[in-house]
């Protein structure tokens, strides 16, 4: 019996090689050229001037947003406040939610873009400044990046202001109207012709009727009426009533009765 | 071009030392010997380069020994600027210079050493008047 032999242990697989962190510095190929020194001073000036040109760029965008919201507000108003008025409830709660909505969101853009190109006075430290942003072009550059945070909100929340306005506008164009209150008009038709207008008071009498188309009230008898219609207009039921066509005055054919007489004793030349 | 290393009166061909005072470099500027020197100090610690971005803003530092003068450089480069370019008014943009795509941020470093150079033009307050080439990784 022979000695057991162990089995031989695997050969330790070689380690491969640790993939190395690139060197920090690399030589250049070239030394600077004018070209890159010129580069330099341009680009150090980009920087120095960022928080003025983002300044001024906020404002120009602040006045056309300006714009923008004066051209959307103008639109609402085509149609005169008190068209608002004759769109039916449901749609005028869109409207009311569409219109505020707009003028809520151009006022905060507006605040927004304001407050890009003005900018707010603020107190602030050397040491806070130097330690939070390294340096005080540093701080300036990061100033410039807010303003143009700023402006960039303020550009959505106006774009946002401005779709909401077209969509009140769109709202307001097609919404359908309330129907139209028709008057109360009374006819009353008599064997001397007819008396139109709103009815004011009827008992076992007479009826008193304040003419549709002339100032004034005529009181038709009771017994004297033959017939009494409620109508959407006084005109073509005079008309037909009377036969008088439907040119003149409907008060001047509306029978004998107060301003009607009045009128005709005027015309009758004495 | 060569560099003009002798000016100065320097006791090493090619580097002037560092007790001594060192003319203005006018003859040779940008000579890629001042960027070979800058590198070999680079290695060596002389001179340290970073990129360091605090607030959202990167800032480039080169300091040390200058190649030239042996002065302090003491070089700062804010990398980061805003612009209203006509492409980017409808969004932010910052612009930042071109950096190679393998994270070497390249600079041009002038030394600012405030020391006594002869020959420094009028107008100059700083400086020993040469110019020199650094690539540091942004991450490093």
């Given at each position: 019996m022979g000695t057991p032999q162990m089995p031989s242990r695997p050969a330790a697989a070689p380690a491969l090689p640790q993939p190395s962190a690139p060197p920090k510095y690399r030589k250049p190929a070239a030394g600077p050229t004018a070209e890159s020194l010129a580069d330099r001073v341009r680009w150090q000036e980009l920087s120095e001037q960022s928080l003025s040109s983002a300044q001024a760029v906020a404002e120009k965008w602040r006045t056309g947003?300006?714009?923008?919201?004066?051209l959307a507000t103008g639109g609402l108003l085509l149609k005169g406040p008190s068209a608002a008025s004759d769109v039916t409830?449901?749609?005028?709660?869109?409207?009311?939610?569409?219109?505020?909505?707009?003028?809520?969101?151009?006022?905060?853009?507006?605040?927004?873009?304001?407050?890009?190109?003005?900018?707010?006075?603020?107190?602030?430290?050397?040491?806070?400044?130097?330690?939070?942003?390294?340096g005080v072009r540093q701080f300036e550059v990061a100033c410039a990046l807010a303003v143009s945070a700023q402006l960039r909100l303020a550009r959505l929340v106006v774009a946002g202001a401005l779709l909401l306005f077209v969509a009140a506008i769109g709202t307001w164009w097609w919404a359908p109207s309330e129907p139209a209150q028709l008057p109360a008009l009374i006819s009353i038709?008599?064997?001397?012709?007819?008396?139109?207008?709103?009815?004011?008071?009827?008992?076992?009498?007479?009826?008193?009727?304040?003419?549709?188309?002339?100032?004034?009230?005529?009181?038709?008898?009771?017994?004297?009426?033959?017939?009494?219609?409620?109508?959407?207009?006084?005109?073509?039921?005079a008309a037909v009533a009377d036969g008088l066509g439907g040119r003149q005055p409907s008060a001047q054919r509306e029978g004998s009765y107060g301003a009607v007489r009045r009128l005709r004793r005027r015309r009758t030349p004495s | 071009m060569a560099a003009d290393s002798s000016s100065g009166g320097s006791a090493i061909p090619g580097r002037p030392a560092g007790s001594q005072v060192v003319a203005y470099q006018a003859a040779a500027p940008n000579a890629y010997e001042w960027t070979e020197v800058a590198y070999e100090y680079l290695l060596d610690g002389k001179l340290a380069a970073s990129i360091r971005t605090v607030g959202g803003i990167s800032t480039a530092t080169v300091t040390g020994t200058c190649p030239y003068c042996k002065d302090d450089v003491n070089f700062s480069e804010v990398l980061d600027a805003v612009t209203s370019e006509s492409m980017g008014t409808l969004s932010r943009r910052t612009a930042q210079p071109i950096q190679a795509d393998d994270g070497y941020v390249p600079l041009t470093v002038s030394c600012s050493c405030i020391r006594q150079h002869p020959g420094r033009p009028a107008g100059v307050s700083h400086g020993c008047g040469i110019n020199f080439q650094v690539e540091v990784r942004r991450d490093a």
């Open positions: 947003l300006a714009a923008f919201v004066t409830t449901g749609w005028r709660i869109a409207l009311t939610i569409l219109a505020l909505g707009g003028l809520l969101a151009a006022i905060a853009g507006l605040w927004l873009a304001l407050q890009a190109a003005a900018g707010a006075p603020a107190k602030l430290n050397l040491a806070e400044v130097v330690a939070k942003y390294g038709t008599t064997s001397r012709g007819t008396v139109c207008g709103t009815l004011i008071s009827g008992d076992s009498r007479a009826f008193t009727v304040r003419l549709a188309n002339a100032s004034g009230q005529v009181q038709v008898p009771l017994a004297a009426a033959t017939s009494v219609q409620i109508v959407a207009s006084c005109l073509p039921a | -």
